[in-house]
């Protein structure tokens, strides 16, 4: 999966959506993707930063969306 695809299903998925509610001010921060043996990307981490509280989440693109704050 290309990144534009990656953030396209994070954007749409409901697990980003409710913590978007609730950090409206972070921003996107970060791509991150680990490849394979022909350098084309498996998993995508998406990152935002919130300057408030100094903190990065970061939203694995996989199969499921996960959240890791």
């Given at each position: 999966m290309?990144?534009?695809e990656a953030y396209d299903e994070l954007k749409q998925s409901?697990?980003?959506k409710e913590w978007q509610k609730k950090n409206s001010?972070?921003?996107l921060a970060h791509f991150f993707?680990?490849?394979d043996?022909?350098?084309?990307?498996?998993n995508w981490e998406?990152?935002?930063y919130?300057?408030?509280?100094?903190?990065?989440?970061t939203f694995a693109v996989?199969?499921?969306i996960a959240i890791n704050p």
């Open positions: 290309e990144f534009n409901g697990t980003f001010k972070s921003y993707a680990q490849l043996v022909q350098l084309m990307p498996l998406i990152g935002y919130d300057a408030a509280k100094d903190l990065i989440t996989n199969e499921q």
